[in-house]
């Protein structure tokens, strides 16, 4: 089976590679991979960024959705025909009351093979049925992007009607959030560096339009919009908007810090966050019990994910490049079909 490598790091490294088909052992599946979505995480593991001590060769890109086309002994959550995802973090079914130190051990795409393989097998376990109303390609977006919206807004951030969302940019966990906060009647207020972009988010149901590079102080234009503050941030932006996040909420507000798109380390200025009681907390995607919540929530409401361009398994690194160049809305797809 064709099967794409990191031998080596770099972009310009990766290649298209023979392996031999895996074979589904005790409590396996192998799963024919039709379509594979792109994550910014995935960028940083091909440079080397993410982990330049991971061993290699790897095959890249934790998202992947397709056909179980064999089961092992004992399989009893799923059969062949079945369309399934699978999980990106490996045997995390439930959130363990005292936490899970080793999940970023457990991570697809890096330090385990990811999904850019012709057939991958896996234990029953990490799968998810995938919603009837979409295509591989679009459930191919969920088993990241999608859950780490869904764990920010819904699980860890209490969602309810009426809330103000603020989604930083149009990439792949921001226009999913934007959907989850059109879908339980929330008001999302969208920030993107292209006035083009944010007419489409406007076409996705946002409340609130804001293009950051014209307005950097772009927590005012939140005040002006909500009156008190947002209720909500999902912060991809990192140590380059923390302080604007903070400063867009209202008291008792909740920052979900996700990503560090501007930077990872920076100066915080901690006062607001007590003397307002904002809540500060952390995501890393999510657990099986959480995808398949969300899934359900998906299916009813018949949420169609953004799927900006798809290419074929040999362009992986032109997509990349794609997206590492900001030009995508929505999520960048790979098909294997
Ligand atoms: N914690 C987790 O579990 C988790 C899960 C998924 C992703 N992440 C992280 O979240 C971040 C986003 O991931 P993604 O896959 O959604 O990325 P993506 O699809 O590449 O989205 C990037 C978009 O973010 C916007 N952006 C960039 N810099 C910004 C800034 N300073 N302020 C506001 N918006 C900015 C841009 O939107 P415009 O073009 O509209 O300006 C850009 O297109 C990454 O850091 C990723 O590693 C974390």
Known sequence: ?????????????????????????????????????????????????????????????????????????????????????????????????????????????????????????????????????????????????????WNALVTQGSLKAGDFVVVQGTGGVSIFALQFAAAFGARAIVLSSSNDKLERAKSLGAFGLINY?????????????TGSGADHVVEVGGSGTLNQSVRALRSGGTVSSIGVLSGAAGEVDLRPIFMRNIRLQGVFVGTRDEFESMNRAISHKRIKPVVDKVFPMAEIRTALEHMADGKHFGKVCISLE
């Open 213 to 225: 590079k014209e307005k950097p102080e772009w927590a005012k234009e939140v005040k002006a919009l």
């Open 1 to 149: 089976m064709k099967v794409v490598e990191i031998k080596e790091w770099g972009l310009d490294k990766l290649a298209v590679a023979e392996r031999r088909d895996p074979e589904a052992g005790p409590g396996q599946v192998v799963i024919r991979v039709k379509a594979v979505s792109l994550n910014f995480r995935d960028i940083l593991m091909a440079k080397g960024q993410y982990n330049p001590k991971l061993k290699l060769p790897l095959v890249p890109c934790s998202d992947g959705a397709g056909e179980v086309m064999a089961v092992g002994a004992g399989v009893t959550r799923a059969k062949v025909g079945d369309r399934v995802a699978a999980t990106f973090i490996q045997d995390l079914i439930s959130r363990p009351e005292n936490g899970d130190e080793d999940i970023h051990k457990r991570t697809l795409g890096g330090p385990i093979d990811g999904m850019l393989a012709e057939r991958v097998v896996m234990s029953e376990r990490n799968i998810v049925q995938i919603p009837e109303h979409l295509s591989f390609t679009e459930a191919a977006t969920l088993p990241c992007a999608a859950l780490t919206a």
